[in-house]
């Protein structure tokens, strides 16, 4: 039967347009994807290839456009629509109820009557079974790892008999092996007459899955390619409209360089009293940009925090150019003169207040500075208006609240503040997400440019090929442990892959993960 | 599988967000749904048999008809401004204090120690001593909830809801036991205080009308233009940031709602003091969980926390004439209340979001 | 002996309204709505079902207008909060100044109007809500008091609670329906109707509260009416949903313990134990307040607020 399905059209859209506000965010778009068939949609952060994808699986109701779903006509007005149609869709941030199990979460919404636990344990394993698929049906999602998570999504889709299967950047939190496990499942799935829509921004990835490749760029379509005949470069040109390099740039460290941080034997717990860093050793070098790397949640957070003084320490010490730094509050670090600059990955819920405009938000690394009881605005703001200058930020003036301005010139209104504090040492944590690549190389060129500065530049990283392109060197975490510590210009993906799930690494990782309660 | 006619029929309509509306345009709005509530208020005075135009022009008419009208409005205004500016220092903090009501009481029972017991130093002395003991016990009945957030992150809406009622407890055994008026037969209540311990009448009214004004300026340079106003909103804002920047998000927390439950002490003293002359069980009075609807209307702006409590306080005191002169119950002013709320609450949406018809007919 | 017998008997007729007000509240939270307005839904059902029950001296008219009042206070919250998106804790409160005042302005306005200036309800109703006698199960020694003595509301409470836990718990419904009040978008994606879920719940929770409010206007205040005849007990309510940890089931032994603290007082013998009545008033709120700092030092994951709850929910909320 998947057979006579084959070169049929599972989705064919027209024409979709899709506007948020007064915000552009599809226009004109055409897709189409047969059964049988792995279709990549590619294009840069913001160009829209999530939108789309929800206007698919009911999210979004499009202004205006037609969507036929094996060859009807259709109007999907709500989640439920696009089940029926049996799309199914794994968003980037999981639909999942964290205090439910693995089976309530597949059975959840199904039109079918409740069955017994037994009967049902026994399907969600005939399906596993199917396409190599591995999870406990009775785990709470709380207790679960991300890959974990991502099984079960894969299997709430598989359970509602799902034909057209979308993905919204699967892999972005997968080490490269689990990539490879879930690529196998995607094309034992292909190969059972599904259609399948990958949506993601990392090229090797569009070439190693795909049959086809659908182009967006600003909300629009630019076009469809057969994989077979592209390369990343072309696709590249496609993605950005015109020709770019892809080489990041990586300036030659200094020979005679010093440790700027000495971190020894460094425990960390997190709130919950897990252990978050474990045991952790190493040096932070003047004019280097270490990066880090490790699966989500692996320590990257409590690294930085710790560092920065914003949690508590264990057991350990941090040394700075001969002080240390374990012991001393927030305020003593800064009075010390000593300037760690800290950019979190949370860019409007930690770095910045949402809600204030880039006076206030400049503010913000300043105003404990100021005498008195009252706020001088003065200065934040002439910083703030040399930052809009020098770093081209696109903002209607300095008092918007930086809650509206785009993804890139909220990176940039982050990042330049932490610069413009001239650092001795800058933490950045995944710095180019959700950036377009002519931010992110904004990005890339203000961190190598720091780091010539001589300062000690930390990078953590989701995107091992950037991570091993900009890189001195990468200390790889693995449950809060250092799993290894490589040279960027000699090692491999796949060594850091490995490291990433600490097969190479120092001890046995079983316990702790999260294997919690049941 | 094939794709049968499975969806759903497209809803006639479909909510929508809409861009960011100009701040004309929003007050313009607001105005509107104040408009269509007394329209709504209209019609449930016709249905009561009443004539809108009449009911609305007496309400107006009896807050102002007379020097005396007036002085009363701004009675039943000054511990509803107070109290509202001290909420409105919480929810800065996004810490939704519900506990006004229990603040109040607890300033009111504090200050009244002195009124009661300490009476005999000289007036103004005995004034500033009661002013200072409300600000301690309001401000330590804030600092309750504070003080578990911080420590356990306790749900303090629910927390400071039962903490209005401990208090209220609290003064029901002083006037049935160590307080209760020995001059009193029949029901038990706590003495009318010394005229040394009553709050000075300025042009008429209790003087606390003045520090009302002063502490609705106070609260706003606070809030805008000190530090510690400012890292209330980057607390408000989130957690993570006050906590990134530096700033001791617990210690802010617990002087913050000291802070807040303080200025609602205050409002306990002025209205004991200056308008009840002794503490009455109805202390508060449900004035506490009116300043949270007062403080949201006015969008935490002390200015327009102003405006509102005024307004608010017309419709009281115009609803009493209307029962004096018409004979309809002064419950009515919480129906009006009601439905005036339900109208600008309504309209919050339309600020925000937009409905669109089927097939985007009305888009654009 | 017969002093805990009493107070037991008392303790449950004291909690049947905080019980079908928990229960109410429940179902709100269970869908992610906190609703502050459980007094005004309470007083709005008190009214409709006093008065009902006073014009048609009908108990089952009585208690279907109680219901139906409660339903109609809820619909004002869940159009607001759910379709307009409107801050859910304002219009809580919004609802209980609204409720509060509506009943008593329509109390007030009857009571105008009837000849005597009291409202008491008709004989025939009032022998239908008063406490049952069943033939033979009643009369059992001490059981019969114990368990077969009560008004009809006790028992209906009961049944209610039973059949809400069994709804949340054991129900393909209930299952979707705690999803709602955990994370809206997931179950909106997984194809739940978020919106309509919502709504039968918020409603449904509003009409068993009015019945509760029913309770205290009819057997509390002894049949007569009286103004702000629910005096609180929905705010009780609100807190009791914490102690019993959103279980309608434990809501059960919640409201039983929680009557027994407001009866207490004229329990336990002065000469044993002194304490002003005060204490014994406060003794509830007390508690709670206890109940909800333990509960969060406890920080468990389940057994917990619904994560969505004070959230309103809009699907394409980027």
Known sequence: MAQEKKDTYAIECKGIRKTFGSVVANNNVDLDVKYGEILALLGENGSGKTTLMNMLSGIYHPDAGTIRIGGQEVSINSPTDAIGLGIGMIHQHFKLVDVHSAMDNIVLGTKEKRIRPKELKAKIEEISSKFGLEVDPEKKIYNMSVSEKQTVEILKVLYRGASILILDEPT?????????KLFAILRRMKEQGCAIVIITHKLNEVLAISDRVEILRKGESIG???????????????MVGRPVTLEIDRPERKADAVPEIVIRNLNVERPDGTPGLTNVNFEL?????????????????????????????KEGSIVHREEELVGMTFKDIRSRGIRISFVPEDRLGMGLVASMGMVDNVLLKHYQDQQGIFIDRKTPRKMAEKMVKELGILTPSVDTPVRMLSGGNVQKVLLGREIIAEPNVLLTAYPVRGLDINSSYTVYDLLNEQKKKGVAVLLVGEDLDVLLSISDRILVLCHGEVSGIVDARKTTKEEVGLLMTGVKGTKEEKEESTDGSK | ????????????????????????????????????????????????????????????SGAFRSEMAVQATIRIMIPLLISSLGVTMAFKMRFWNIGAEGQIIMGAIFATYFALYQNAMPHVLLLIIMFIFSVIGGGLFGLIPAFFKAKFNTNETLFTLMLNYIALNVIVYLRDGPWKDPASSGFPKIARFDLNAQLDSVLGVQAGWIIALLLTAIVYI?????????????VGDSHATAKYAGIPVKRMMLRTMFLSGAICGIAGMVQATGSDMTLATSVAGGVGFTAIIVAWLARLNPAAIVIVSFLFSILEKGSSVMQSTYGLSSYSADVLQGIILFFVLGCEFFVRYKFVGRKGGAGK | MSTVLNLFVAAVLAGTPLLFGTVGEIMNEKVGHLNLGVEGMMSIGACAGFMVGYQTDNVVLALLAAFAAGVAAALIYAVLTITFMADQNVTGLTLTIFGVGLANFIGEYMLNHSATQSLKLPEHISAQIANLHIPVLSDIPVLGKLLFSYNIFVYIGIVTAVICWYYLQKTKTGLNVRAVGENPGAADAAGIRVIRAKYINVLIGGGICGIGGAYSAMIICGGVWISNCVNGLGWISVALVIFASWSPVKAIYGSLAFGCFSVLKYYVPKSIISIPNAFYDMLPFVITALVLVISSVRQSKENNQPASCGTNYFREER
């Open chain 1, 224 to 238: 469809t390619v057969d994989t077979k005949d592209i390369d990343e470069k072309k696709l590249t040109e496609l």
């Open chain 2, 222 to 234: 606070y809030l805008k233009y000190t530090k510690q106003g400012y890292e209330i909103s980057v």
């Open chain 1, 285 to 313: 070098m003047e004019g280097e940009i270490l990066g880090v790397a490790g699966i989500a949640g692996s320590g990257q957070k409590e690294l930085c925090e710790a560092i920065t003084g914003l949690t508590e320490i």
């Open chain 1, 172 to 180: 972005a939190v997968l080490t490269p092996q689990e990539t490879e």
């Open chain 2, 1 to 60: 599988m094939e794709a049968s006619k499975k969806t759903g029929r497209e809803p006639l309509l479909r909510t929508v967000k809409r861009a960011e509306l100009s701040r004309k345009k929003t007050m313009i709005l607001r105005a509107a749904s104040v408009l269509l509530a007394l329209l709504a208020g209209g019609i449930f005075l016709l249905i009561i048999g009443f004539n809108p135009f009449t009911v609305y022009q007496t309400i107006i």
